[in-house]
């Protein structure tokens, strides 16, 4: 299934830079986009100082889906560097540039360096919920069991 998403760039204070690439899917059946760094010089993230990372890039989703942010499993796992807010989410009505919030979890800096990849942009379907007020929830075998409650 494919959809149509519309980018713009929007490099405020990079014009006089090349353009970078637009996101592209890294295989065939890859869920997500690789969003690239659109950064002038090179960023230094210190570590546990969150950091938002620009892509040069707006975006126009169709109603009803969003775009969700989420971390690159190799930065992740080599350099301990992640989204802060995975997933974070793109709606559909927001037209300001996307940038990521990138956090290093390593006690060693990560420099992000202009065209970096550093999050992939997953697009999916929403759904919107009506909510209905009752008095009462039916039961069930968990209850109001939280945390842990299931087992380990």
Same mark, same amino acid.
């Given at each position: ?24 899917? +890294? ?6 986009? @690789? ?6 010089? @090179? ?6 100082q969150p950091r938002a990372i620009p892509t040069g890039l707006s975006f126009e989703l169709p109603p009803g889906y969003e775009g969700q942010v989420?971390?690159? #499993?190799?930065?992740a796992l080599k350099h301990a560097v992640m989204c802060l807010n995975s997933p974070g989410t793109l709606d559909a009505d927001y037209r300001g ?6 956090? #290093? ?14 999050? +992939? ?10 909510? #209905? ?20």
């Amino acid at each position: 299934m494919t959809v149509t998403v519309k980018v713009k760039r929007v490099s405020e204070g990079r014009e006089s830079l090349p353009p970078l690439p637009l996101p592209r899917y +890294q295989s065939e059946q890859a869920a997500g986009l @690789d969003l690239l760094a659109d950064v002038a010089e @090179d960023q230094v993230l210190q570590p546990f100082q969150p950091r938002a990372i620009p892509t040069g890039l707006s975006f126009e989703l169709p109603p009803g889906y969003e775009g969700q942010v989420r971390s690159r #499993s190799g930065l992740a796992l080599k350099h301990a560097v992640m989204c802060l807010n995975s997933p974070g989410t793109l709606d559909a009505d927001y037209r300001g540039e996307l940038q990521v919030i990138l956090m #290093s979890f390593s006690p060693q800096p990560f420099t992000v360096r202009r065209g970096d990849r550093i999050a +992939q942009l997953v697009v999916a379907q929403v759904t919107q919920a009506v909510l #209905s007020e009752v008095p009462e929830l039916s039961s069930t075998s968990r209850g109001a069991g939280g945390f842990g409650s299931t087992g380990r």
